[in-house]
């Protein structure tokens, strides 16, 4: 022969001519051969296409040759059209009377050959043909006949009973309800092998059954009938005699797959499911693992005979309230109630019991195939009570110990889900149709998070889980408008105590994480309205006085703050995590209310470490205020007592070796935005006031932090004022003077505090720097002198301190000194410098005047040589006096000139006088020098007259003044410097005489004292 194809169509012939002459030998050897051709046909694409084109020839022929007496003919002909009906390509072309030729002569042969290879041989074809099931249908009838022969076959063949077998789970796939009816017929073959003495009967009869259970389960009316009749006859004594022989597995898998094909007919013929009961009732309590497995999943058939409800004919796996409705009716009525009694007791058993995991995992398993099989009736009230409670209970009680941790996880899953109301989709679940709850079935979640809690911290992960879960629907219940105010009421009532209860079972900062969960979940509409207001407990109404005038009446997101501040204080709570919380409050809630709830916290527990509570709640709230654009008076007022703990900590405070600047920073971005002096300024006087009374060497208040912190705290009162500059009127005047009077306290104690915490003149300096920036702001009278007369004092001590060696400190107070001697000189209305306001600035000028440091005494001198230098009458007060005529001897400073008259010149011709102008000295004066009148001579030698300069005399006129006030200054004083450089120095020593004359008025002023 040439190629495969030629000697296809050399057989063919030859299968045409052997047909008729019947030569046995001949024939094996073509479909011997044929069997080759079709072999290689899987790899050659144009043979297999002349098979399918030749399949009508072939398949004559081989229909005609199965039934043939010769059984090597007959079976190699099985085995070629076994090819021919199975492969696709060939098949698509089988015709519909090729294919009933097909068939016909298949179950002809089945049922009339006596050679087991045969009867094997056809069987096979029919498990492996993939014939149209139109075409089957018309035969269904006779196959099932022929399956049945080969199920039970004459020869007692086990390998002709597993291909019928095979053939069985074939058809099921192709003509399914076809079989399905017909089940009663081939039905009964498979399953009473299950407690055949053989094994190899056994095991195929199971596989057989498990493949095909989605067809006869729930079995059809006439198979349940026909296996009542088989139990009551044969089947229950068969198992009980391998109950006898040791065989429980065997006879447990035997009893589910009896029970589960009885159905629904188990209600009517309860006689029989009691019989039939007495079976697990021997395998439920053995000690051996495999037989309780084998139990409860035989467990599960008994499930699917007693739980029949109409929707699980239904293919959608949503839950309508309407399904609900009418499985609830059927639950009422039919006594479910006590066949779910009777499932469920023998489960709570062997979970109540000390058994391997493996044992508990296989019971909850049944347990969910129950709630699964339950549809939506599971949400029932009574199959909640009677199903859900009583194993969660059980496995919950025990705990997540070792064995049992896998128990807990799978029901902790389910109770998750119910939480939810939702499917779990994870592949070890059965699926089961929960729909939302009602809030009364909160409390049942609120007492399994009680249970949980009590389980160590597995247990508070699991109680975090389901409290987070039971809110989240808890919320979408009082989402709805129709739910009446009572039930809001008692729902919040409810997770109040929930959590008060949970407080007190010690479980340190997890107890947070329950609040927080609380805080998130509920919404704010709930958590912050007016509405839904309770009573404080008292004892977290103590000291809380400042909480709410309405007797403690508060929202419940107060009273959450409330129960998560006290557990803060007893647990040292991690800051981060407060931080999260707070910043959460602030930017979902009425930030007021929320301030104003922790600053009362605050004040109530003056304790060590709520100072750094209030660091943390400070940082969250300066992050808020940064994104906050209005603030009322009301909010202004808490934020001012808010800024106001740290100071009031200070008069209990115990804490040592404090970090300032984690409360600065945060203070001063705080205070910027908002308006809160006046209340302030209290607080910082009873701080200075309370500082005052301490021992520096005996401070145990945390030493000079705390009054560094004050410094700082005013620099940013202060700074505020400066950045409200344009801001005017008898409201800001008052501020400044108050802020003054604290930077002033704030100087004196500083100056004390320095001598043993020399780190204090960090701060210090920068209130000098600070003041000078604000003096310098100063334009008019009312704003200097008030100053003047506050700061003098501390001023005093600092500059009189010749000790003193921090240079920043020691610069920044002399251009404060410097600043405000400026300042005085150029405010308007200008000031009056007589005797009353230079008994204001004495003491200052004593020390300042003759002040070691040139940087303060230069600018000093310059100063009162500007000012009271000019005058011409003033009394000098007593503490000056020394001072001044040091000063005056060496010629540093002017004192008060002598006033002088046009009248009195005239009176005076006789006198000498002249005009003397000095480089280092800041005076001028006049002396004339004349001749007798008219030309009259002396007999001293004669001076020429000196005539002054229009120059001199406009300057001369500034110094005396034209029309001058009852001190003896006039109006030039301000416009010229007293020091004209306009003229030579003449007869120094006429100079020094009239320096003599007025140092003489001081000496005698000093004896006098």
């Not at 001519?17 to 051709?37: D, F």
């Not at 026909?226 to 009980?240: G, Q, Y």
């Not at 639950?331 to 058994?355: A, D, H, Q, W």
């Not at 005052?692 to 005996?698: A, G």
Request: include cysteine.
């Amino acid at each position: 022969m040439g190629d495969f194809t030629t000697q296809l169509n050399e057989l063919k012939t030859l299968l045409s001519s052997c047909a008729s002459i019947n030569s046995k030998s001949e024939k094996s050897s073509l479909y011997s051969t044929l069997l080759q051709l079709q072999e290689h046909s899987t790899t050659d694409p144009l043979l297999l296409q002349s098979l399918a084109d030749s399949s009508h020839l072939l398949l004559s022929v081989m229909a005609n040759d199965i039934s043939h007496d010769d059984e090597e003919i007959g079976s190699q002909a099985l085995k070629c059209m076994g090819f021919m009906i199975y492969h696709p390509s060939i098949v698509i072309g089988i015709s519909g009377n090729d294919a009933d030729m097909v068939l016909s002569s298949l179950q002809k042969v089945i049922l009339s050959t006596r050679i087991k290879s045969v009867c094997n041989l056809g069987v096979w074809c029919i498990s492996v043909q993939q014939l149209n099931p139109l075409f089957l249908n018309a035969h269904i009838d006779s196959l099932v006949r022929a399956i049945v022969h080969a199920l039970d076959n004459p020869s007692g063949s086990l390998s002709t009973t597993f291909e019928a077998m095979q053939a069985v789970m074939k058809l099921e796939t192709q003509v399914n309800e076809k079989m399905r009816d017909a089940s009663n017929l081939w039905g009964p073959p498979i399953y009473r092998r299950l407690v055949s003495a053989d094994k190899r009967e056994r095991d195929m009869s199971e596989r057989c059954l498990q493949k095909i259970k989605s067809l006869i389960c729930p079995p059809p009316a006439d198979l349940s009938k026909v296996v009542i009749v088989d139990v009551k006859r044969k089947l229950l004594p068969a198992m009980e005699e391998l109950l006898k022989q040791g065989m429980k597995i065997q006879a447990m898998q035997a009893w589910g797959w009896y029970t589960r094909l009885i159905g629904s007919y188990a209600i009517k013929n309860r006689h029989l499911i009691n019989q039939l009961l007495k079976i697990p009732e021997q395998t439920f309590p053995d000690s051996d693992p495999q037989v309780k497995i084998a139990s409860q999943i035989a467990w599960e058939a008994l499930i699917d005979a007693l739980v029949i409800l109409p929707t699980q004919e239904s293919t959608t796996n949503i839950a309508t309230q309407q399904t609900y409705e009418d499985n609830n009716a059927i639950f009422e009525t039919n006594r479910l109630n006590k066949s779910i009694k009777l499932i469920m007791t023998p489960l709570i058993g062997v979970m109540s019991s000390k058994c391997d995991s493996s044992v508990h995992l296989s019971c909850l398993n049944t347990w969910n195939y129950l709630l699964h099989k339950l549809d939506t009736l599971v949400n029932h009230p009574l199959v909640i009570k009677s199903v859900l409670e009583p194993m969660l209970e059980v496995v919950f009680r025990v705990g997540p110990d070792g064995k049992n941790i896998w128990s807990w996880k799978f029901c902790l899953d389910i109770i998750d889900s119910y939480a939810l109301a939702t499917q779990i989709d994870d592949g070890k679940h059965y699926s089961i149709k929960w729909m939302p709850w009602n809030l009364g079935q909160f409390d049942y979640f609120v007492k399994m998070v009680d249970i949980f809690v009590s389980n160590g911290e597995v247990g508070c992960d699991a109680a975090l889980k389901i409290f987070r879960s039971s809110l989240r629907s808890v919320q979408l219940n009082l989402s709805r408008s129709s739910v009446p105010f009572s039930e809001v009421m008692s729902c919040i009532n409810t997770v109040i105590n929930c959590l008060k209860k949970i407080s007190e079972s010690g479980i340190g900062q997890t107890f947070l994480d329950f609040i927080e969960i609380a805080t998130e979940e509920l919404q704010p509409s709930t958590l912050g309205s007016p509405l839904y207001k309770m009573k404080l407990d008292t004892k977290y109404s103590e000291k809380m006085n400042e909480m709410n005038e309405d007797e403690n009446m508060v929202s419940p997101v107060v009273y959450f703050i409330v129960l998560y501040f006290h557990d803060v204080i007893n647990s040292n709570s991690d800051a981060l995590k407060m931080s999260r919380y707070v910043t959460f409050l602030l930017r979902s809630y009425d930030s007021y209310d929320i301030l104003h709830t922790l600053t009362c916290l605050l004040y109530k527990f003056l304790i060590p470490n709520c100072l750094n509570y209030w660091i943390v709640i400070a940082s969250c709230l300066k992050d808020y205020i940064d994104g906050k654009s209005e603030h009322d008076d009301n909010w202004d007022l808490v934020v001012s007592r808010f800024l106001a703990y740290p100071f009031v900590f200070f008069s209990l405070g115990s804490q040592k070796n404090l970090d300032c600047v984690q409360i600065v920073q945060p203070w001063k971005s705080i205070y910027m935005p908002t308006k809160c002096c006046d209340s302030l300024f209290p607080v910082f006087d009873r701080f200075l006031e309370d500082y005052s009374k301490i021992d520096p060497t005996e401070n145990t208040r945390g030493g000079y932090e705390f009054l560094s912190f004050c410094g700082d705290a005013i620099i940013c009162v202060l700074e505020h004022i400066l950045k409200s500059s344009k801001d005017v009127g008898d409201h800001k005047r008052l501020h400044c003077t108050k802020t003054m009077q604290c930077a002033a306290r704030y100087l004196s104690l500083s100056y004390t505090e320095a001598k043993s915490n020399p780190q204090i003149l960090d701060t210090t300096s920068r209130v000098f720097s600070t003041l000078a920036r604000v003096v310098e702001s100063f334009h008019f009278d009312e704003d200097i002198i008030p100053f003047v007369e506050i700061i003098s004092d501390p001023l005093l001590q600092w500059l009189s301190d010749s000790e003193q060696h921090h240079e920043k400190t020691i610069y920044q107070l002399h251009e404060l000194w410097i600043t405000t001697l400026k300042c005085l000189q150029i405010s308007w209305p200008p000031i009056n410098f007589n005797s009353t306001f230079l008994k204001l600035q004495a003491t200052l000028l004593e020390t300042t005047l003759d002040h070691p440091n040139s940087s303060v005494s230069n600018p000093t001198i310059a100063f009162w040589n500007s000012t009271y230098g000019q005058l011409v009458k003033l009394d000098y007060p007593q503490n000056l006096l020394p001072v001044l005529y040091k000063l005056s001897r060496n010629g540093k400073i002017n004192l008060s000139k002598k006033r002088y008259s046009r009248t009195d010149a005239a009176v005076n011709l006789p006198q000498k006088h002249k005009v003397t102008t000095t480089l280092n000295r800041c005076v001028k004066r006049v002396e004339l020098m004349d001749d007798h009148v008219n030309g009259s001579g002396s007999n001293g030698p004669k001076r020429k007259k000196l005539e002054l300069t229009e120059h001199q005399k406009e300057v001369r006129r500034a110094q005396q003044g034209r029309s001058k006030d009852c001190e003896g200054r006039g109006p030039g004083v301000r416009t010229y410097t007293s020091v004209d450089f306009s003229q030579e120095n003449q007869d120094e020593s006429q100079e020094e005489s009239q320096d003599v004359r007025n140092v003489e008025v001081i000496s005698e002023m000093l004896k006098k004292r």
